[in-house]
């Protein structure tokens, strides 16, 4: 799933983002659906994971992608460039749940303030 953030950011981590309300919405969406569907395979059978790929707007009003930044303390993947996201919980009826609680927890974006394409 691609997921598009519209709306003003609740959280401080993402008070650089401003309202995506002029993008062409319904653009987007008909080039989105265009593209050929495929679902990915993983070495890892017995887990799930999702990621969020937020467009959101830079300080400068242009089109941006966000991207997250791994602590240089982790285990693994230490200092990596990523979007934010991550392995399901139980909880989690379905991949888009999955990357929209991964967003929340790791920038703060809350779930009202995502529109999923």
Same mark, same amino acid.
């Given at each position: ?8 950011? %609740? *959280? +401080? ?17 008909? =080039?989105? !659906? ?6 990915? %395979? *993983? +070495? ?7 990621v969020l790929v937020p467009l959101c707007m830079?300080?400068?009003? =242009?089109? !941006? ?29 379905? !991949? ?22």
């Amino acid at each position: 799933s691609i997921v598009l953030r519209f709306g003003s950011a %609740r *959280s +401080a981590s993402s008070h650089a983002l401003s309202s995506l309300n002029a993008w062409p919405q319904e653009h987007l969406k008909c =080039r989105l !659906a265009a593209l050929p569907r495929r679902r990915l %395979r *993983s +070495a890892f059978t017995d887990r799930s994971a999702a990621v969020l790929v937020p467009l959101c707007m830079d300080f400068e009003g =242009r089109p !941006a992608v966000l991207f997250c930044v791994r602590s240089g303390g982790l285990r693994a993947h230490a200092g990596e460039i990523c979007f934010p996201g991550g392995k399901s919980d139980e909880g989690d009826a379905t !991949a888009v749940d999955t990357a929209l609680r991964e967003a929340r927890e790791e920038v703060g974006l809350q779930t009202s303030d995502v529109q999923v394409l």
